[in-house]
């Protein structure tokens, strides 16, 4: 079975992450560590672990803007092809799209159901008109 092929910017970019690290990589770049991807492996078990740690002090916290709009997205306000856009969430962009959504929805709700409470009265007939 062949060996997979070893992308060595990929390798390059570990090891200069990796550098930085105290007590990790204290020698210079070996091409023969790179050709075995010894650099990329030991950045994403750093990376994984420190994701791991961060995901344990902070489970499930979602930002007020991401989750309006996820309830966009399930609204159908939008799609799959439409993406978070963090420069919109500092603006608060999606939870005022949500309150005026919701709020549309509402009104146009209740303009409906007037109609047809309106549609459904009978004419009054007056008693002096026979």
């Known amino acids: 079975m062949a060996e997979p ?5 990929k390798e390059k970019r570990a090891y200069e992450m990796l550098r930085w690290v ?5 020698a210079d770049f070996d091409i023969e560590l790179a ?3 010894v650099y990329f492996k030991a950045q994403k078990e750093r990376s994984d672990k420190a994701l791991d740690e961060f995901d344990k002090k902070h489970p499930n916290e979602t930002s007020p803007e991401l989750a309006a709009f996820l309830k966009l997205e399930k609204l159908g306000r ?3 092809s439409d993406y978070y856009s963090p420069s919109k969430a500092q603006e608060s962009y999606y939870t005022r799209e949500l309150k005026r959504h919701t709020r ?4 146009s709700t209740s303009r409906r159901q007037q109609k ?3 549609s459904n009265k009978r004419p009054r007939r007056l008693f002096g008109n026979f």
């Open 104 to 107: 549309n929805r509402h009104s």
């Open 5 to 9: 092929e070893i992308d060595l910017d």
């Open 35 to 37: 050709k075995k991807g």
């Open 116 to 118: 047809r409470l309106a």
């Open 22 to 26: 105290p007590y990790s990589w204290p």
């Open 78 to 80: 939008f799609t799959q």
